[in-house]
């Protein structure tokens, strides 16, 4: 039977494991990579957040056994909707990263506005991560750089393809 596993992530999205209840080993109070505490639930509505995904292919002993390994960390909670810390850490990276650049007041209103939309998949997010991409062309390739870097990690693979082809 299909099995989703319990992941544990730092407060900066980095993923200790995606499998806590068969890798106890690999728990971390804090992360390795950053130093941020560790989590295993949603901090809004407490739901175990998804790591590895076991598509057992029958219970008995010689069941074939996927294991799908968790390579991304989650943006939201799959139960109640919120992004997790690390999503709202990189929004906030980029927002304040674009504040810096000579941008007009409007360019950088409709980045702050729209910039969450490059998170997930949806008809108005590939039009707002199209004007995303215009809008971070007139910034210098080292801004661009850094806030490929500090989104990369939650964007969705459209906004990847989009943004940085």
């Known amino acids: 039977m299909p099995t989703f596993y319990t992941?544990?992530?730092?407060m900066n999205g980095h993923i200790t494991t995606g499998n806590i209840e068969h890798n106890p080993e690999?728990?971390?109070t804090y992360c390795h990579i950053c130093g941020a505490p560790t989590i295993t639930e949603c901090p809004s509505c407490h739901a175990s957040i998804r790591g590895d995904y076991d598509l057992a292919d029958g219970d008995?002993?010689?069941s074939l056994?996927?294991?799908l390994r968790l390579t991304q960390p989650p943006a939201y909670c799959i139960k109640c909707g919120h992004?997790?810390?690390w999503t709202n850490s990189a929004l906030s990276a980029?927002?304040?990263l674009i504040q810096m650049s000579n941008l007009s007041i409007s360019d950088i209103d409709f980045f702050n506005k729209n910039i969450d939309k490059i998170l997930y998949?949806?008809?108005?997010?590939?039009?707002?991560i199209v004007k995303i991409k215009k809008i971070l062309e007139k910034v210098g390739k080292?801004?661009?750089d850094i806030i490929k870097q500090t989104l990369i990690s939650v964007a969705s693979e459209t906004a990847k393809r989009i943004l940085w082809p």
């Open 142 to 144: 080292l801004s661009i």
């Open 60 to 62: 008995d002993i010689f």
């Open 65 to 67: 056994r996927v294991p």
């Open 121 to 128: 998949e949806s008809p108005s997010s590939t039009v707002a």
């Open 7 to 10: 992941a544990e992530i730092c």
């Open 83 to 85: 992004p997790f810390p």
């Open 26 to 28: 690999r728990r971390e």
């Open 94 to 96: 980029a927002k304040e």
